[in-house]
């Protein structure tokens, strides 16, 4: 059964410095998501992608952070400079034509 | 006011009974989308069962059913036979604005989550 997919599972960074999150969506889908959860609390909507533009993105969606597709297959998450409260779980999703959004395992953010 | 509440921080639950989840929803939207996923420790977010505001029956998959009282802006998870594998985080979601100008965004909102616990 096709999956989304996420690498690293876990990255350790320092603050200030530059991370890619990287995601592969289920193959025949078009719109893209990314949310985040920090550790205890509910997850939260960052942005959504389609079409290869952003269609929506939410306050914390700062100008620290862009979304990509540079190719057919991977979407990425990018901070720029990584604070100390950009800790979380990040998770990938795409979308079936229905709506109903599968996520990917998460990637794993510690900000030190 | 917050779009999702699930107002059961923690459930308890005896092996092979059933257990509801509760869920409450706000909108204005006549088109929406309702939402359960599963998060068990290793963290990762795991699609339940879907509700479409415009759907007559109460989705079902498998062991999991919702109970979607749309006057009442409710969407209860009922798992039932629970296993011990059942234990972990829920949470309830909902996607408004489905179609908005021709253009579909889909974002989803979720609750706090509820922890459930199967005892043997």
């Known amino acids: 059964e096709p999956e989304v997919t996420q690498t690293p599972s876990h990255q350790v960074t320092q603050m200030g410095q530059e991370v890619i999150l990287r995601c592969v969506p289920i193959?025949?889908?078009?719109?893209f998501y990314w949310y985040r959860q920090i550790l205890g609390q509910k997850v939260e909507f960052l942005v959504s992608?389609?079409?290869?533009?952003?269609?929506?993105k939410s306050e914390i969606f700062d100008d620290q952070f862009s979304v990509e597709r540079p190719d057919g297959s991977n979407f990425t998450l990018k901070i720029r400079s990584t604070k100390l409260e950009d800790s979380a779980m990040y998770f990938c999703?795409?979308?079936?034509?229905?709506?109903?959004?599968?996520f990917g395992p998460g990637t794993r953010l510690l900000v030190l | 006011a917050q779009k999702i509440t699930q107002t059961q921080p923690g459930m308890f639950v005896q092996e092979k009974e059933a257990v509801t989840l509760d869920c409450t929803y706000d909108t204005s939207d006549q088109s929406y989308g309702l939402f359960w996923y599963k998060q068990p420790s290793s963290g990762e977010m795991i699609f339940l069962i879907y509700?479409?505001?415009?759907?007559?029956q109460n989705a079902t998959e498998g062991r999991y059913s919702l109970n979607f009282q749309k006057a009442r802006k409710s969407a209860n998870l009922v798992i039932s036979a629970s296993q011990l594998g059942d234990s972990a985080m829920y949470f309830c979601a909902m996607r408004e604005g489905y179609e908005a100008g021709g253009t579909s965004y889909g974002k989803l909102t979720f609750g706090q989550g509820t922890i459930l616990t199967v005892h043997p």
């Open positions: 509700q479409g505001s415009y759907d007559e």
């Open positions: 999703a795409s979308r079936t034509p229905r709506g109903t959004q599968y």
């Open positions: 193959s025949n889908h078009l719109y």
């Open positions: 992608f389609y079409n290869n533009e952003i269609s929506e």
